[in-house]
């Protein structure tokens, strides 16, 4: 053997190549399982969320509503209301107004300059058997120049989170209800 052989072995063991060869192995004989067609309702993929952004110079802020994986929503609804005055209330009564829809998308934006705003999002997902899956969400944004105060209504329970402006974009998943359960 030479010196150059020796030196190979040791940077290279056997069972170190022989356990990277057999993981190549499996990786190419392991199936897919992945779905390559449209996915089931209530699967993971189908799971709406709710991204909240602003740029740090502007006054305006953006909201979009897309699932985990790409999928297309047969409606997804977002409105927008001014919260009332004196702080988030306890139970929150919105008047939620320009409602807007959007039909077979696979995402939504809707963008306001409303600060405070309350926001009220519904996704509607259809599979290709015909089963659904409803997604909803209320929440309510407050932006200062250095945090984000964000009120979680619905998915319940009720929650607040104080998060650094630097952290946007937000993201906040909304809750699977029967279709037909939620206003």
């Not at 909201?63 to 004196?86: D, M, N």
């Not at 009564?93 to 519904?122: G, K, Y």
Request: overall charge negative; charged content about 10%.
């Amino acid at each position: 053997m030479t010196a150059a052989s020796e030196r190979l072995r040791e940077l290279l063991p056997l069972p170190f190549v022989a356990v990277v060869v057999l993981l190549l192995v499996l990786i190419a004989l392991t199936p897919n399982f992945l779905s390559l067609g449209r996915p089931t309702a209530g699967s993971l993929e189908t799971e709406a969320e709710l991204i909240i952004d602003r740029s740090p110079d502007q006054n305006f802020t953006h909201f979009y509503v897309e699932g985990i994986g790409t999928v297309r929503y047969a409606a997804i609804t977002l409105s927008f209301a001014h919260p009332p005055p004196g702080g988030p209330p306890s139970s929150p009564t919105f008047s939620f107004s320009n409602r807007s829809v959007w039909n077979q998308s696979i995402v939504a934006e809707e963008t306001t300059a409303w600060n405070p705003v309350a926001v009220n999002v519904s996704a509607l997902y259809i599979d290709p058997s015909g089963a659904s899956a409803f997604f909803v969400g209320v929440f309510e944004f407050n932006l200062t120049s250095t945090t984000v105060l964000s009120e979680s209504y619905f998915p319940s329970p009720a929650s607040s989170t104080t998060t650094p402006i630097g952290t946007l974009p937000l993201t906040f998943l909304l809750e699977s209800v029967p279709v037909g359960s939620f206003p």
